[in-house]
């Protein structure tokens, strides 16, 4: 996979040296509501999902990439490509930037324009959803922002701090 390139950030595959990074993201429990993580994830998971990340989408059903800073080269975030699905052309996309300081500066802008225009001209996908908590108004606007419909409403479909809230559904289809 080519590393894709944007004004103020790339997207690049996972290396062994992202443990850390990888580790501190999938353990931050400021996270875990957007990202239905509800155990901690050990080193050693995220090691052997490392050494295993070298799979194409077409065999993994996924595809994980690092958001980096062009003027530094760190690793800010990660976009995913999910539940890949070959036949019917579409697959699931979620982002997370993990540090607020990075937020609201256009990197997961950047970020999502990048994997759309990959997914609908690469991977010459039909169409692309995501699952979005109605309460996560940052991730609406985004997602919006690029075209994608609410087509669906989960009622009480995720449990966080002590209420059930709902969870949208939305849909890109490549035209």
Known sequence: MVTLQGNISY???????????IYAIENDENIWEVSNTITPYSKFLIRQYLENAHQDIYEAKQLRLAICKKDTSEAIGLIDLFDFDVKNKRAGVGIIIQNENDRNNGFGKEALGLVIDYAFKQLQLHQLYANI????????????????????????????????????????INK
């Open 11 to 21: 997207l690049r595959a996972l290396e062994p040296e992202d443990l850390e990074f």
């Open 133 to 172: 908590g109605t309460e996560n108004k940052a991730s609406l606007m985004l997602f919006t922002t690029f075209g994608f419909e609410r087509i669906g409403i989960k009622k009480d479909w995720n449990f966080n701090n002590a209420i059930f809230q709902d969870e949208a559904i939305f849909q890109l």
